[in-house]
């Protein structure tokens, strides 16, 4: 049976005390490829790039980034702005999106590939369908950000979840959801965790864990477990010292110096 991220944390695979969960995307970009363009449309070239930082920093999961994959394929796609755009109603242009069979395809084989050549059990990270909405809504909203609300995020979960459905077939441990706002972009409501119920009604149902990651620290559906987040600040400096928590959650910046951040991780007992 397929391992999950609650079992993760029950039991870190790496033999610390506490699992730790890492974004190591743009860490990676910086120094493994020289800051050169992510190859997001070669699933084997971006998974041995992955497995090259998994390799150097150690996580107890693979942190598959495709909030960022879907970012960079509606960058300069006037294909797909044009088809988000058609109708101006609340969730539109995500639904579109999520249902673009193109984009979808690649995300699936990207995610395909990389489960089938990470050792560490594969986690998909994606944004909360709140997050989703609002990054998405200029294309076809009428309404503005700031009156979207708890309905529209369940509404739209709806489209999150017939999207996760395409993955079934993948060993998955778990699905975190970022409610985190975009550097820059729009900030809406926050919801809670159990406002996604169809998300979680496909997570559960495949028996992958669902987690909620919020600025301050991470949620688990179901279990009385909270992911203490690590400052950025623990990677560029000596004296910040490691939060409190069942587990630990960082994002490690791109201006890390290497050697530091190597001398950082051998502290993470």
């Not at 960079?72 to 069979?101: C, E, I, P, V």
């Not at 395809?105 to 050792?119: D, G, H, N, P, S």
């Not at 995020?153 to 778990?174: H, I, K, Q, T």
């Not at 965790?193 to 620290?217: E, F, I, K, Q």
């Amino acid at each position: 049976m397929t391992t999950t991220l609650t079992a993760v944390i029950a039991q870190p695979p790496s033999g610390r005390s506490r699992a730790v969960v890492l974004d190591v995307h743009d860490y990676a970009q910086s120094v493994i490829l020289q800051g050169r363009d992510v190859p997001w449309h070669e699933p084997m070239a971006y998974s041995n790039f992955f497995a090259q930082a998994q390799g150097l920093l150690t996580p107890d999961v693979a942190l598959l980034s495709l909030d960022r994959f879907y970012a960079h394929a509606l960058s300069g796609n006037t294909r797909l702005h044009a088809a988000m755009s058609t109708k101006t109603r609340t969730g539109y242009a995500l639904r579109t999106l999520l249902g673009d069979a193109e984009t979808t395809m690649q995300a699936v084989e990207l995610a395909t590939i990389f489960a089938k050549t990470q050792r560490e059990p594969v986690v998909l990270h994606i944004p909360s369908p709140m997050q989703w909405l609002a990054r998405t809504h200029h294309y076809s909203g009428s309404a503005e950000i700031g009156e979207l609300d708890a309905d529209d995020a369940e509404n739209v979960s709806m489209y999150v979840a017939d999207w996760l459905r395409g993955f079934a077939s993948l060993p998955l441990a778990g699905v975190l959801l970022d409610d985190r706002a975009a550097v820059g972009g729009p900030i809406p409501a926050t919801v809670e965790l159990g406002t996604y119920s169809p998300v979680a009604n496909v997570t559960d149902h495949y028996r992958w864990s669902l987690g909620l990651r919020r600025a301050d620290h991470v949620e688990l559906r179901g279990v009385d477990l909270v992911g203490a987040v690590i400052s950025p600040d623990f990677w560029l400096e000596e004296a910040v010292k490691l939060p409190s928590g069942d587990f630990l959650v960082s994002e490690i910046p791109r201006t890390a110096v290497p050697e530091h951040v190597l001398t950082r991780i051998s502290t993470l007992s």
